[in-house]
């Protein structure tokens, strides 16, 4: 059985290469969430003959650096598992993590995913939303994209939007209501995750991630989250009022990311897109409202696989280059 861990910042994501074991756990490692029990669990629950790794958890604040980010996280997985280790970079598998190649490892994730789907679907844009983020990344046989997170915001190809942890205050400047348009707070009021459970969009168990208040993951709650954006009660502000502000959010998020895919489409000259993620069905709205052709990956590889691809795609790679007899 071989394994792939995907390490990020708020959630560790895992998958068997063969596509039968699927997992998503929120570990915020910015709180010192026990990164190691986890990984030990998993070791003891399904018990790897080896494992491939990738990781974005390295830029949590909790870390000093980026370089001390990826050595806490490869000392955590080595100590944890009893098995070969196998760690993913730009450049390919490492079998050791050193000062050397532990910046190859930093953000990584996506290039495992690039490597596998232009081998099994061709040239591509691979997007991929998260909680947190989108990957917007030409998949071609050429090496196009940028290869830090800050090169990669550079060129447009890393958003920092995501369907469950954007705060709602970056993502709308303003909304619309019934008496006028109104700045929004900029607290941490209410998030994504707030408007796509009021809107329906998602279930209560598919918020993943704390609620900014502390509250229950209910419909009433996101309700009540969504109206204090614009310094208000539900009962002042009225249900329809909080809802028009979920789905102003939404469609602002679907601009972002259609805007997105569009340039890095018109940059490389590709029109077709892959969509994968938590939040692969909004991906698919912003490829409609950019008029490009979207392939879900979970009609490929099934929803399970599509929402932890990278962890999937390190596991496929590494049962095909370190074959385990």
Request: negative net charge; charged residues 25%.
């Amino acid at each position: 059985m071989i394994l792939g861990v995907d390490i990020g910042g708020a959630n560790t994501k895992a998958a068997s290469s063969d596509g039968r074991f699927a997992e998503i756990v929120y570990l915020p490692l910015w709180k010192r969430c026990p990164l190691e029990e986890h990984l030990a669990d998993l070791s003891s629950r399904l018990k790897p003959d080896a494992v491939g790794v990738v990781m974005t958890g390295e830029l949590a604040d909790c870390f000093e650096s980026k370089m001390e980010g990826v050595r806490f996280i490869a000392a955590a997985v080595e100590e944890t598992f009893d098995c070969p280790v196998r760690f993913w970079g730009l450049s390919g598998f490492h079998e050791s993590v050193s000062r050397d190649n532990a910046m190859d490892l930093a953000a990584a994730n996506w290039s495992a995913s690039v490597r596998l789907l232009l081998r099994d679907i061709g040239e591509c844009i691979f997007v991929d939303m998260g909680s947190t983020t989108t990957d917007i990344v030409p998949v071609v046989d050429r090496p196009l994209s940028g290869f830090t997170d800050l090169k990669r915001l550079m060129r447009g190809e890393l958003i920092y939007t995501g369907l469950l942890r954007t705060n709602l205050a970056a993502l709308l400047p303003c909304v619309d209501l019934s008496g006028g348009s109104a700045p929004l707070s900029s607290e941490l009021f209410s998030i994504t995750a707030d408007a796509y459970l009021a809107l329906g969009d998602i279930e209560p168990d598919e918020y993943s991630c704390e609620t900014p208040d502390g509250g229950p993951k209910s419909r009433e709650g996101a309700l009540r989250r969504l109206a204090r954006t614009v310094c208000s009660d539900l009962d002042e502000l009225g249900e329809d009022g909080a809802l028009s502000i979920a789905a102003q959010a939404r469609s602002r998020q679907i601009s972002v990311i259609s805007n997105g895919i569009s340039r890095v489409a018109e940059r490389h000259n590709i029109r077709r897109v892959v969509a994968a993620g938590i939040g692969e069905f909004v991906v698919e709205a912003a490829c409609e409202r950019a008029a490009l052709e979207c392939i879900r990956l979970s009609e490929i590889y099934t929803e399970r696989l599509s929402d932890v691809f990278p962890a999937f795609a390190v596991a496929r790679l590494l049962s095909e280059r370190y074959p385990v007899s």
